[in-house]
């Protein structure tokens, strides 16, 4: 299995990254700043900074949830 990520800035801040969970196999959407972001769906586990939301390959990705998501980590990359 090929492992890859790919990180994404908001201006010149790292702002996300796609990643593939090491337990689970799972991709998800990691958001740097993530311990301030908060949604029920985003796990902290041992990180200190970030959160990550799983992602499920065999459904859609829930749109809505992302959305509501990045627009707070966005907001929290304006201030």
């Known amino acids: ?22 337990k689970t196999g799972q991709p998800y959407l990691g958001i740097v700043e993530g311990s301030s972001v908060h949604h029920p769906d985003l796990i902290q586990e041992k ?9 499920d390959p065999v459904k859609d990705i829930p749109l809505r949830k992302l959305n509501d998501i990045l627009r707070q980590a966005i907001a929290l990359a304006r201030q």
């Open 1 to 22: 299995m090929a492992v890859w990520h790919a990180f994404y800035y908001y201006g010149e801040k790292r702002f996300c990254y796609l990643w593939v969970h090491r």
């Open 47 to 55: 990180r200190a900074r970030m959160k990550i939301l799983l992602i």
